[in-house]
Nanobody, 123 residues
Framework: QVQVVESGGGLAQPGGSLTLSCVAS????????MSWYRQTPGKGREMVAD????????NYAESVKGRFTISTDGAENTVSLQMNSLEPEDTGVYYC????????????????WGQGTQVTVSS
């Protein structure tokens, strides 16, 4: 089985910073993509940033470009989201999503979600 666990959420003031971390563990042969989504009232779940570790590619939502940075430590199956210049609109539950291949000889891509971590930006 695979587990995805997020950490690092909390309360920050506008203009402040937070770092989220996510670790994937279990039966994992290759991670294809790691991403962060957030869910806010009235907007549903949106992708914030993603990274393709083997291709060194990243993507960001327009609303967070220049403020958030996604990075990964491939050897540890971890992904981090450094969030700077936080705004009240960044408030929400942040979820980690992992696309992976569990077994070397089984070409099947599966995705797993973490339980979410709350981020609140407020003065």
């Amino acid at each position: 089985q695979v587990q995805v666990v997020e950490s690092g959420g909390g309360l920050a003031q506008p203009g402040g910073s937070l770092t989220l971390s996510c670790v994937a563990s279990g039966t994992i042969y290759s991670i294809k993509r790691m991403s962060w989504y957030r869910q806010t009232p009235g907007k549903g779940r949106e992708m914030v940033a993603d990274i393709f570790p083997t291709m060194h590619m990243t993507n960001y939502a327009e609303s967070v470009k220049g403020r958030f940075t996604i990075s990964t430590d491939g050897a540890e199956n971890t992904v981090s989201l450094q969030m700077n210049s936080l705004e009240p609109e960044d408030t929400g539950v942040y979820y980690c999503n992992v696309l992976l291949q569990k077994l070397e000889d089984v070409i099947q891509i599966e995705d797993y979600w973490g339980q979410g971590t709350q981020v609140t930006v407020s003065s």
